[in-house]
């Protein structure tokens, strides 16, 4: 057996206004090419780059949500290689002076937490895009996306399956979008996962290393680790030397291919950017942005379990669509008044409120979610119109029992197309529950002598006859009936026959 060993090196574009050295609009959604363009991030002779500040304080920032050391010293590089969609011939990067270094991500994977150590963290500008017509003998280039700024982050080789590596990169993308540093969007390019991998059997020297480029899927990374697994174990087991390269993923048919041998460093001829002064991070810099840093994804699940008692996978949907967890939250605060009011004596505030949590994220997830995927409307969009106030009075309706579970997907549907309060829907629609004890008897009295075989097998002690009439007694009302009224009329009716 073959010990895995896996380090990660994972690019994401910040969402700055501007590009990393000149004022050219960072515009990931520009659809017409070189349009945001400029002398500087064009490379025009006599230009000169002047460093972001934004990009310089969303790196930092991340830094020190990753548990990063951040030195009071950093400067930029020059990277010098030829790339057809590298304007410059070089790269201006970061090498012995990032503005992040070890660091740690903490996951949970099979209820486990593991620490994945971070190397460093260290900001550049990305390079253009190429595209290749179908069919042609050239490639075209644009370069609205050359010199966005490009924050890297680098972990230590702590990784030893697809399934943790695959875990990193998901955690790693919620936590730059808490901090709103970046949109993380990998089908836009925006977070890509570079993979470097090796086999040993011997624990105290790293096998040969592979790299796998621009992985822009968690599925590709999972999935091009395996692969990568298999392939490197039959080389070894052949008696043959693995190569040093760089080799890609192909998502068709799903294997690695190999592109060129691996560089060096030293390949890349770095010296320091002459063009730009060194950096410094004073005491009341950092203090400043770390100040900004928010909620952190880990600290949210935790207080999502604390607070609302919520089972695992929910809390996950909260965590993972933000927004969404953020609407939960404003109606759980709506219902915490709620509750407070109804409860003078304080003795139930505790149960109600947790059973109005788990009531309230259930019709979140499944009814709500449901009806925003079907219209293709969010919660953060323009066009969703249910406030959490008016969610809030509809799941007080349902926990209070005054409207069915039936009549509750009729009202929430209406509440999401017209953003109407639940309560005047329900007036205007006709939806009033019936509570009138002899209207429900006369319709229970009506489905008892319409289904004698039902009551035959009630009698013989079949369970489901029961649900089956209580179904009918509500079909005959259009959902209308109170269920608890229904079920003490059946059963009291049932007895005597």
């Known amino acids: 057996m073959y010990k895995v060993i896996i380090g990660l090196e994972i690019h994401t574009e910040l969402n700055t206004k501007s590009k990393m050295f000149c004022s050219c609009l960072n515009n990931p959604d520009e659809k017409q090419a070189n349009t945001n363009v400029c002398p500087v991030c064009m490379a025009h002779p006599g230009?000169?780059?002047?460093?972001?500040?934004?990009?310089?304080?969303?790196?930092?920032?991340?830094?020190?949500?990753?548990?990063?050391?951040?030195?009071?010293?950093?400067?930029?590089?020059?990277?010098?290689?030829?790339?057809?969609?590298?304007?410059?011939?070089?790269?201006?990067?970061?090498?012995?002076?990032?503005?992040?270094?070890?660091?740690?991500?903490?996951?949970?994977?099979?209820?486990?937490?593991?620490?994945?150590?971070?190397?460093?963290?260290?900001?550049?500008?990305?390079?253009?895009?190429?595209?290749?017509?179908?069919?042609?003998?050239?490639?075209?280039?644009?370069?609205?996306?050359?010199?966005?700024?490009?924050?890297?982050?680098?972990?230590?080789?702590?990784?030893?399956?697809?399934?943790?590596?695959?875990?990193?990169?998901?955690?790693?993308?919620?936590?730059?979008?808490?901090?709103?540093?970046?949109d993380a969007d990998m089908e836009k390019g925006q977070f890509r996962v570079e993979v470097n991998i090796s086999l040993t059997k011997d624990v105290k020297q790293l096998g040969t290393k592979v790299e796998i480029k621009n992985l822009n899927s968690f599925r590709a990374v999972e999935k091009g680790i395996d692969y990568e697994i298999k392939r490197q174990t039959k080389v070894l087991n052949e008696g043959k030397k693995i190569i040093q390269e760089t080799r890609?993923?192909?998502?068709?048919?799903?294997?690695?291919?190999?592109?060129?041998?691996?560089?060096?460093?030293?390949?890349?001829?770095?010296?320091?950017?002459?063009?730009?002064?060194?950096?410094?991070?004073?005491?009341?810099?950092?203090?400043?942005?770390?100040?900004?840093?928010?909620?952190?994804?880990?600290?949210?699940?935790?207080?999502?379990?604390?607070?609302?008692?919520?089972?695992?996978?929910?809390?996950?949907?909260?965590?993972?669509?933000?927004?969404?967890?953020d609407y939960f939250e404003k109606t759980m605060s709506e219902l915490r008044n709620w509750v407070k009011e109804v409860d003078i004596k304080n003795k139930i505030e505790t149960d109600e409120f947790l059973k109005l949590a788990k009531l309230c994220s259930n019709y979140i997830i499944s009814d709500l979610q449901g009806l925003m995927k079907e219209n293709k409307i969010f919660v953060e969009d323009e066009g969703f119109k249910i406030t959490p106030e008016n969610f809030a009075e509809f799941i007080c309706l349902i926990y209070k029992k005054e409207i069915s579970s039936k009549i509750a997907k009729i009202v929430l549907k209406e509440m999401f197309g017209a953003g109407a309060d639940p309560s005047q829907i329900i007036k205007d629609r006709g939806l009033v529950q019936i509570t009138n004890v002899k209207e429900i008897e006369r319709i229970?009295?009506?489905?008892?002598?319409?289904?004698?075989?039902?009551?035959?097998?009630?009698?013989?002690?079949?369970?489901?006859?029961?649900?089956?009439?209580?179904?009918?007694?509500?079909?005959?009302?259009r959902g209308k009936a109170n269920p608890q009224i229904v079920q003490q009329i059946l059963i009291k009716l049932l007895k005597g026959i």
Not at 107 to 127: A, M, N, P, Q, V
């Open 444 to 477: 229970a009295k009506q489905v008892i002598s319409k289904n004698p075989k039902v009551i035959e097998d009630f009698k013989k002690g079949k369970q489901n006859a029961f649900q089956y009439l209580i179904g009918q007694i509500m079909a005959q009302s």
């Open 47 to 182: 230009t000169l780059p002047v460093i972001n500040e934004e990009a310089v304080r969303k790196t930092i920032k991340t830094g020190m949500a990753l548990n990063c050391r951040i030195p009071e010293n950093s400067k930029f590089d020059r990277k010098n290689y030829f790339y057809p969609d590298l304007p410059k011939g070089y790269q201006i990067s970061q090498y012995d002076m990032p503005l992040c270094e070890k660091g740690y991500l903490e996951i949970l994977d099979k209820d486990k937490i593991k620490k994945i150590r971070i190397t460093r963290i260290h900001l550049e500008e990305d390079t253009g895009k190429l595209s290749h017509p179908k069919g042609a003998d050239y490639s075209l280039v644009d370069f609205n996306r050359a010199g966005v700024p490009l924050m890297e982050l680098v972990t230590e080789p702590d990784i030893t399956s697809a399934r943790e590596a695959r875990k990193f990169a998901e955690e790693l993308q919620l936590y730059f979008r808490y901090l709103g540093v970046s």
């Open 248 to 325: 890609g993923w192909h998502d068709v048919k799903e294997i690695t291919f190999s592109q060129r041998e691996k560089e060096e460093s030293h390949d890349y001829r770095y010296f320091p950017e002459p063009d730009l002064p060194m950096l410094y991070n004073s005491k009341e810099f950092i203090t400043q942005i770390k100040l900004g840093i928010p909620e952190l994804p880990q600290q949210r699940r935790m207080r999502f379990k604390d607070e609302y008692n919520l089972p695992e996978k929910e809390i996950e949907n909260f965590i993972a669509y933000k927004k969404l967890g």
